[in-house]
């Protein structure tokens, strides 16, 4: 059992969590995930590690409310606990030999970018962080993104927040503009991630994705998380996001089989969903 240290909503329907796990908090590093079940009876799910405090041997979680699961977790209350927690899983988020990154953030996916933001500023990178969402009443992490970029932009779809437009807007201008980076590192939704390696393509910039499929085990052995690569010759090789990633070759990525893959459990997430709110309801 691991304890639920301190609980803090983000905006309606993202909430972070620090989880006493003194292990994990140890070895953890930015990039990497855990595998948790809410209850004995519960699923597994897979979360980002989005910090980590090893002298207090605690772990930072952030989950959007979308499941049965997520549904769950959101209510526990500090003091009470979960059940598994398991990791750190999956390789670290690669630093070595980049000075200059563009980290581009979307949504709930801004919670996995921004250790890896501040990985990047403790080792002495310049960092441009862009990041997205649908309005101002989803913003999360503005703050601890200023904290360690070197310059931050924050676009909100509706233009009811700073910039109004998606991440690729001030992406394709800096590019055009003649801006070069080491690395432009992407998380969030798939569509989202799809165009931002669209948009760096014709400037030869490397990038890399976060993904963050379906996962059971965490091992490999189900292989529930499996993803296709495709090299410049048009040949495919399925790869693991548990053991061989997350984080990939975003020119690589088949990001169409990966988004029919994901619209697969839409409905029966959306049931599950809606029977864990009639459940606490009727508690």
Same mark, same amino acid.
């Given at each position: 059992?691991?304890?639920?240290?301190r609980?803090?909503p983000l905006?309606?329907?993202?909430t972070?969590?620090?989880?006493?796990?003194?292990?994990?908090?140890r070895?953890?590093?930015?990039?990497?995930?855990?595998?948790?079940r809410?209850?004995?009876?519960?699923?597994?799910?897979p979360?980002?590690v989005?910090?980590?405090n090893p002298?207090e041997?605690?772990?930072?979680?952030i989950?959007?409310?979308?499941g049965?699961?997520?549904?769950?977790?959101?209510?526990?209350?500090?003091?009470?606990?979960?059940?598994d927690f398991?990791?750190?899983l999956? @390789?670290p988020t /690669?630093?070595?030999?980049i000075? &200059?990154?563009?980290? =581009?953030? $979307?949504?709930?996916?801004?919670?996995?970018?921004?250790?890896?933001?501040?990985?990047f500023?403790?080792?002495?990178?310049e960092v441009?962080?862009i990041?997205?969402?649908?309005s101002k009443?989803?913003?999360?992490?503005?703050?601890e993104?200023r904290a360690?970029?070197?310059?931050?932009?924050?676009m909100?779809?509706?233009?009811?927040?700073?910039?109004?437009?998606?991440?690729t807007v001030p992406?394709?201008e800096?590019?055009?503009?003649g801006?070069?980076?080491?690395?432009?590192?992407?998380?969030?939704?798939l569509i989202m991630?799809?165009?931002?390696t669209?948009?760096?393509?014709p400037?030869g910039?490397p990038?890399t994705v976060?993904?963050n499929p379906i996962m059971i085990d965490g091992?490999?052995?189900c292989?529930g998380?499996?993803?296709?690569? @495709?090299?410049? /010759?048009?040949h495919?090789t399925? &790869?693991f996001?548990? =053991?061989d $990633?997350?984080?990939?070759?975003?020119?690589?990525?088949?990001?169409?089989e990966?988004?029919?893959?994901g619209?697969?459990?839409?409905?029966?997430?959306?049931?599950?969903y809606?029977?864990?709110?009639?459940?606490?309801?009727k508690?």
């Open positions: 059992m691991y304890r639920i240290v609980k803090k905006n309606p329907t993202v972070q969590m620090e989880i006493e796990a003194p292990l994990v908090a070895k953890a590093k930015p990039g990497q995930f855990i595998i948790l809410a209850d004995a009876d519960g699923e597994r799910i979360l980002t989005a910090g980590t002298g041997g605690t772990v930072k979680i989950f959007q409310i979308v049965a699961t997520t549904e769950c977790l959101n209510h526990k209350e500090e003091g009470g606990y979960i059940e398991a990791g750190p999956g @390789v /690669e630093t070595e030999g000075q &200059k990154v563009c980290i =581009v953030g $979307g949504g709930v996916g801004c919670a996995i970018a921004m250790p890896v933001a501040e990985e500023h403790r080792l002495g990178a441009t962080s990041i997205g969402f649908r009443d989803l913003l999360i992490l503005e703050d993104f360690c970029s070197d310059r931050l932009i924050v909100t779809d509706d233009g009811s927040y700073a910039r109004a437009g998606n991440v992406l394709k800096m590019l055009e503009a801006e070069r980076f080491d690395e432009i590192i992407t998380i969030g939704p991630m799809k165009f931002v669209a948009a760096a393509k400037y910039v990038v976060s993904m091992t490999g052995m292989g998380c499996r993803i296709t690569l @495709v090299d410049g /010759e048009g495919r399925t &790869k996001a548990c =053991v $990633g997350p984080d990939f070759n975003g020119y690589e990525i088949d990001f169409d990966a988004m029919s893959r619209r697969m459990y839409a409905d029966f997430e959306r049931h599950a809606e029977e864990a709110c009639s459940l606490f309801r508690a």
